[in-house]
């Protein structure tokens, strides 16, 4: 019997320094702490043996945090965890997340080695005032260096990702931003606009110099403009836009990001690792020191994971067999219309949009029984757009995503 796919996310939280705009579960630590926690997420991936028996893992995505700034051998322990506790398929695409300037030769070897086969770079800019501006670690000469390292290495598949609307950025920054990385051509970009967080040391600054009357982000119009640019830049580049901040050359489409918008089911591991499994979400525990000290070797069958939360007395959840996450009690049950709701506002940021068949497949539903309406009214306001079984966003409905996507909340 075939096996059905399942992805992975595995957290590593460390970071030399924390990002001026991160709100990311990430943080500063010590080597005692860091081999702590790689103990511990190995011992949450063989506890998860049983949880992962029936499946075939299709993608891996190690994310963060940084952690390419743990030594290779930490990766390396991780990833040989993960194929000796589960099966992972022989073209699985397996991605690491990287800071320029925290790889190096060995590194990158040790990552080929242990069967990671896609690298992504946070550059976000090539301009070293606005990574300044944003607290980033590095400036564009590290970045460099780093892409041929892993060039040299024999990735052949690495991800840039960029951002637009930074502080002090114009048109014309980002422009040389977006020419230099399209100069390197590598085979993924992700660009995204700059979100300014709550309680991080960015927005205090921005809201410090509009108290001033200064308004150190670009403007709307600004902002819109940059937005424009790099489709167009992008796209005379060959680079094809395949969801609403991602684009790819033929065929390197990142296959771990598309299972989300797919809803193909995920386990994550790690700090934080949040998890759609059998019909349910739900995160691991953000508290270092209770994720470590519970999966600490000899103690998991004496604590209560779960605590008085009564969804887990369920046979699939017997704690002594099945102990798959340290959980903070945010569990979802999704029912089918959160699976619907989420068919429709996942799927549609991707340019090729959904089926009305997958839709009739997945929930024994007609499409028009449950979303006629409302697809009759967006098409009528040029915002999606339906082509035999296929529904997705038109250009203009791209620009409003937000606003389509919140209109298939049933």
């Known amino acids: 019997m075939d096996k059905k796919n399942l992805e992975i996310y595995i957290h590593i939280p460390f970071c030399v320094k924390k990002c001026d705009y991160c709100d990311f579960l990430s943080m500063k630590a010590d080597e005692s702490t860091k081999r702590e926690y790689v103990h511990a997420l190995i011992r949450e991936i063989e506890l998860s043996r049983e949880k992962m028996k029936d499946y075939q893992i299709d993608t891996v995505f190690i994310g963060g945090g940084t952690p390419s700034i743990l030594d290779g051998e930490y990766i390396e322990e991780i990833m040989q965890a993960l194929s000796e506790n589960s099966l992972v398929s022989e073209d699985a695409e397996i991605t690491i997340e990287c800071n320029p300037g925290t790889v190096t030769e ?33 400036n564009y000469a590290q970045f460099e260096e780093s892409f041929r390292l892993a060039r040299e290495a ?9 951002m637009s609307a930074l502080p002090g950025q114009s048109i014309e920054t980002y422009q040389n931003t977006l020419k ?43 902002e819109r403009e ?4 790099t489709e167009r830049k992008l796209s005379e580049a060959d680079y094809k836009r395949y969801e609403i901040s991602n684009y790819s050359k033929a065929g390197y489409e990142c296959r771990h990001n598309i299972g989300y918008w797919k809803r193909v089911e995920y386990l994550g591991f790690g700090l934080g690792a949040a998890s759609m499994y059998q019909g349910m979400r739900y995160n691991n525990t953000y508290e270092m020191d209770k994720y470590i000290g519970l999966l600490s070797d000899g103690k998991d069958e004496e604590c209560d994971f779960y605590g008085d939360n009564d969804f887990f007395q369920d046979d699939i959840w017997d704690i002594r067999e099945d102990v798959l996450s340290v959980l903070e009690g945010k569990i979802q049950r999704l029912t089918r219309k959160d699976m619907m709701e989420e068919f429709m506002f996942l799927g549609l940021r991707m340019i090729e949009g959904i089926s009305e068949k997958e839709f009739q497949k997945n929930f024994g539903r007609s499409y028009d029984s449950v979303y006629g309406k409302v697809t009759e009214k967006l098409i009528a306001q040029e915002l999606i ?25 049933l």
């Open 106 to 138: 060995e590194k990158l070897l040790t990552y080929r080695n242990a069967g990671i086969n896609r690298i992504s770079f946070g550059l976000q800019s090539a301009d070293d005032e606005e990574l300044k501006s944003i607290g980033r670690i590095h």
């Open 154 to 162: 024999g990735f052949d598949n690495i991800n840039i990702d960029i």
């Open 180 to 222: 230099k990385v399209i100069s390197l051509q590598a085979e993924h970009i992700s660009a995204y606009s700059l979100i300014v967080e709550e309680d991080t040391p960015l927005n205090d600054r921005v809201q410090e110099a509009l108290e001033k009357g200064i308004d150190i982000l670009p403007d709307e119009d600004t």
């Open 226 to 229: 940059m937005y424009y640019l």
């Open 385 to 409: 757009e339906k082509n035999g079984d296929n529904v997705k966003l038109t250009k203009r409905g791209v620009d409003v995503s937000n606003y389509v996507m919140s209109q298939f909340l």
